[in-house]
Structures are given as C-alpha cells and as structure tokens.
C-alpha cells in the first residue's frame, strides 16, 4: 500500500439513496389489485437542492425487470453516469450501507465506467452512521405526496409519471432489462493488501490508474493506494448483459 495526494479539482457533489415503493398493481384501474408490486427507486440528488441546471435523478425499475442485489445496483450507478452531464470529477455522497453502496460489485462497476467513460474520477463518500438526512429523503416523500394525490397507483409507468410529476426538477430515468450488467466481484489478486472496504470513508477511482484510492477517515489528508485487479485485467473486457427479466414472483399473484 502506498498514500497519495490527489489532484484538488471542481466536484459534483451528489447524495444517493434508494427506497423501495410498494403499490397494489392490477390489469386495469377498474379492476381489484392482483398483488402488492415493488417499485425501486435510487435518487441522486444535488447537494443545496435541484436547480433548472442540477436536476434530482431517479432511476427507476420493477421487481418483474429484476431484482435489488449488487449488480442491479451497480447497475443503476452506472447509467447514472451515463445520464448526467458530467464534470469531469464527480463525487457522490453515500449512505454507509455496506451491503448497498459499499461493496465490489460497485467498486468493479465504478472502476470501469471510468476508465471507458468521460470522467477523470468518481469518489464516493460515505456519510457517518447514524446519520438523520439525505436530501434524497425530501425527494422520496415528494413522490410519496404524489401517489397519495394520484391514488391510481396500478402500474410502473403510473409510478413513473408520479415521479416526473413530484418536483420541477426531478427527472426519472427508467432501465430496461438490457441496461442491467451481471457484473461480478473484485477479479482476485494475489497481492490485495488494503483495508476491509467496511472500513472505509471515502473511495476513489482514477482513469487510467488500477489501484483503489481510499481514506479510512474523511479527515485525512492523503489516499491510501492499493492493488486493485489483476494485471491482465482489461477495462474493455465485457460483462454480461442481463437478457430477459427476471420475472414476477409466484408467490405475489
């Protein structure tokens, strides 16, 4: 392991968060609902509010396209990235969910959009446990507010509009089974002798550089740098895409 200084830099700071929105999703608005549907929704909202020019971002998708583990999540970031009109250094702000936003399948997702995509860095920060806000709190009960009005709640793309429809600023970005990589844990190198990523406050990832960046605390001045991958290891190499959805649950309907 060695520590480092990295550049200092303009960032876009963002906050992320996912909630998981429940409706009673039926065949049409006369008829009874079949079953309780599961909505997920992962915001990324601007730190001080969303303006005209730095809009909240909903990723939106249901539990029939698929499911909520890492690479569904990983997933979501990524098409994040692929959405907004980066910077070219980008930090987004996190929940400290190691099982969420703490994990390979994200650092491998992550290290790869940057060294194939526009940005020079992505970091993540992750907010103290315990915390008691994330602007992304506001958003999600904007939408709450919304399907409460709306009522007529029976499926997805009624879910959608709501979301369009909670804020000026909030736009929803719905995935498709084909935007969902399976993509796997850290490739395995021998030679890995960082710290357990439960352990750490921040993370970063640079182009062009096959280390992870990480500090233990966010008051520390350096990165500790760290083999990440195997040598071999190519950025360009290709994960699989999800090819058909996932499918309802039996059991709900």
């Given amino acids: 392991m060695k520590r480092t200084k990295l550049e200092k830099t303009d960032q876009l700071c963002q906050l992320i968060y996912k909630r998981l929105f429940f409706c009673h999703v039926c065949q049409g608005p006369n008829l009874p609902y079949l079953?309780?549907?599961?909505?997920?929704s992962i915001t990324f909202a601007p730190l001080g509010g969303a303006t005209p020019d730095s809009?909240?971002?909903?990723?939106?998708?249901?539990?029939a396209i698929a499911g909520r583990l890492g690479s569904e999540i990983s997933?979501?970031?990524v098409i994040f990235l692929k959405t907004i009109e980066a910077p070219v250094h980008v930090v987004l702000w996190c929940d400290n969910c190691s099982v969420q936003n703490?994990?390979?399948y994200l650092f491998i997702a992550l290290f790869q959009a940057v060294q194939t995509m526009k940005f020079k860095s992505v970091t993540?920060?992750?907010?103290?446990?315990?915390h008691t806000f994330m602007s992304g709190n506001s958003v999600h009960a904007q939408i709450e507010k919304r399907m409460k009005r709306t009522k007529s709640v029976f499926c997805f793309n009624n879910f959608v509009d709501c979301v369009d429809q909670s804020g000026m600023n909030t736009t929803p970005v719905t995935m498709s089974v084909s935007d969902f990589v399976q993509y796997t844990k850290r490739p395995k190198s021998?030679?890995?002798?960082?710290?357990p990523i439960a352990d750490m406050a921040v993370v970063c990832f640079i182009k062009n550089d096959n280390h992870l960046h990480y500090k233990l605390r966010h008051s520390d001045l350096s990165f500790i740098a760290t083999?990440?991958?195997?040598?071999k290891w190519k950025?360009?190499?290709k994960f699989p895409i999800q090819s058909t959805a996932r499918g309802e649950n039996s059991s709900k309907k």
């Fill in 102 to 104: 703490k994990n390979w």
């Fill in 190 to 195: 021998t030679n890995y002798s960082g710290h």
């Fill in 35 to 40: 079953h309780q549907g599961s909505f997920v």
């Fill in 227 to 231: 083999n990440f991958i195997k040598r």
């Fill in 124 to 130: 993540l920060k992750y907010l103290i446990t315990g």
């Fill in 55 to 63: 809009h909240n971002y909903a990723i939106l998708w249901h539990e």
């Fill in 235 to 237: 950025p360009t190499n």
């Fill in 75 to 77: 997933s979501a970031f």
